[in-house]
């Protein structure tokens, strides 16, 4: 099927013809009604009769409907896919320019800068998707998530996106899941995706939010509650009369930040909502579509009227009495209410000023967001308040842009002194050129967004990052400081006036209907014969691949540890973005960031660690080439949630280009752990957590048995002290046979290469 600017009827209701057959067939199979999430589930699995659905041990192959990529994942998905030598791609998939636009005066000449500086990037991936079958969005168009709840993401849909935060599309009853580049090939390529079979986590929600609270408080409240790793495996389901009552993009903002707490996605119900924001963006035969069906677009009444027996956990939440909530810094799961920041960032000793503010990202820049921090802005203006700390504004995507200008919102920031950034993620992913502090300068900033790890924003350690609603990060702009009460406090005017903020107002629509702005889409030509993908020899920044090679059928032994992570270790401390983005298309050059931010656990210093061959003290990245140009295997060792944060594959395809054999954690992050499988890297979680103390400096670590390993077996490991002395312990893994052969073929992308050319 064709590419478009939009998910077409005709995909749509191919997918709806199986619903009633397959649903019927899935609850004869486990002899029960269904959560939503098993029904779509279910609808998209490869094999429907024998697949095991065994929730979080079984491993199932699914056939999602589309695919989308973002610009800084998608270099390295497309150079992957063109080694299979396929002609086209298997399924919609689509290309979105948003991640390499750097924001640093304003968008207009953000824009032209991106433009130009990455003109060799966006030349590459316009012709691969030309070359390929692909839908390409120009640099400007928007924040890839946004641009899918606009354009396609449909309830009761299936897609995956290489981006953490593609469940986004769950506001729309989408399972929309984030995966590495690798995953997305599987599918480009027309092969099964292969996953485990989710637990599942129902929260439930009643009342109704009122006053300051908004969407974001509730997956603020569900990340305190579940932490940064609670929801790893499962799907988190919303469901209650207070998913009801909350919008379609506001659906959309807590299933984004689901990527926070570790889950595989989240989603609504279809309902009301949904249809109305179908219609608004003018896919009213889809909401047609999905309204007949609609049954099956949300769980069976056993569900709802029972929960605990169909969720592994169930979360309680009361919109009514929900507070505002402000979460961080350096962890999206440290929360509390607004009202206690000041008090605890005296105790904390983080600075209480507030250095800068920031709204919008692809988890809050819809219009309705929008719509209710451009209130405050407009009250403030008229009461005499401009903002005493610089406000940044993003908006989601060109629609919205173009919406809210027409619609005098951009103006009400601008009153207060905002400056309006370009459609893309700019300061949420690094890509923030900032002078006004310099590194080792403790500062605090509040954001809308939703990853707030150090150097996340703007690549300073000293940076300490609060996320909140954009209302809420409106009036801590207003106030400067992060000890303000927007809901009782008082603000001071020029005229020496005391000033209470009203309550945030905000239109879930736009009542004159959405301005499509300039359009972004370039669709693939029918005629692709003549389009070539060029890549040169001498880029810097795009770099053909070689396959790894496969599995010697040897145990490995005599293993050097590069480096023993202390603590939080997310993909962002492996593979650093802000400037290394740049690089994202790059392995060779990409790999200096190796491992640059994690923290070596027999030092306390971040970003070096012992050369094992020579002695000498030296950066991560320099002791991995060394070993690599020395062909010396090694390990890395991590401590709980290895590989939490984002979607990002170059945190286990730096390590396998540099020799690495495994990663042995106390625990992993789901797509960091599944990325290492795809890229034939061994992911071992310590059976004991406690051995992880064990490993030293110095010690050698083999891994033994490996032709006998297998789907739930223990492997053997042993730790060598400098002196001879060896202890074995015993770590398991979470492969399937499936997994296993990627492991033996140096990769999956070597199997779906053999199978393409043979």
Known sequence: MAVAASTPIALVNQVYATLDDRVARGRQRLGRPLTLAEKILINHLDDPATAELDRGASY????PDRVAMQDATAQMAWLQFMTAGLDEVAVPTTTHCDHLIQARIDG????????????????????????????????????????????????????????????NAGGLGMVAIGVGGADAVDVMTGFPWNVRWPKLIGVHLTGELNGWTSPKDVILKVADILTVKGGTGAIVEYFGPGADAIS??????????????????????????MARYLKATGREALADAATSVAPHLRPDDEVLIDPERFFDQVIEIDLSTLEPHINGPHTPDLARPVDALGDEAREQGWPLEVSAALVGSCTNSSYEDITRAASLARHAADHGLTCKAPLLITPGSE?????????????????????????????CIGQWSRDD?????????????????????????????FVTSPETVVALALAGTLDFDPLHGTLTNDAGDDVELIVPVGEELPAAGFDPG???????????????????PTSERLQLLTPFEPWDGNDLTDLPVLVKAAGKCTTDHISMAGPWLRYRGHLE???????????????????????????????????????????QGWVAVGDENYGEGSS?????????????KAVLARSFARIAETNLKKQGVLALRFADPADYDRIGEDDRIGIVGLADLAPGAPVAVTITAPDGTAIEISCTHTMSEDQIAWFRAGSALNIIRAQTSG
């Open 648 to 660: 990002r594959e170059h945190a286990a395809m730096e390590p396998r280009f540099r020799g690495a």
């Open 108 to 167: 207009k000449v953000d824009l032209l800068a991106a433009l130009e500086n990455n003109e060799e990037v966006y030349d590459f991936l316009e012709s691969a998707c030309a070359r390929y079958g692909a839908g390409f969005w120009k640099p400007g168009s928007g924040i890839i998530h946004q641009v899918v709840l606009e354009n396609y993401a449909f309830p009761g849909g299936m897609m995956i996106g290489t981006d953490s935060h593609t469940p």
């Open 399 to 427: 629609q919205v842009r173009a919406t809210i200008e027409r619609d005098g919102l951009l103006a009400d920031f601008e009153r207060i002194g905002a400056t309006v950034l370009a459609n893309a993620c700019g300061p």
């Open 437 to 465: 502090v310099v590194d080792g300068q403790p500062n605090s900033i509040v954001t809308s967004y939703n990853r707030n790890f150090p150097k996340r924003n703007d690549g300073f350690a000293s940076t300490y990052a």
């Open 60 to 63: 199932v192959d699914l056939r």
């Open 248 to 273: 379609c993009t506001g659906k959309g903002t807590i299933c984004n930040m689901g990527a926070e707490i570790g889950a595989t996605t989240s989603l609504f119900a279809y309902d009301a909502a």
């Open 589 to 631: 050059n990409i790999s200096g960031n190796l491992v640059l931010g994690a923290v070596n656990a027999f030092t306390g210093v971040a970003g070096e660690g012992k050369d094992q061959l020579d002695g000498q003290t030296k950066p991560f990245p320099e002791i991995a080439r060394h070993y690599h140009e020395a062909g």
């Open 518 to 536: 300039e359009s972004g889409f370039v669709a693939p030509a029918d005629d692709r014969s003549s389009n070539e993908v060029v890549v040169s």
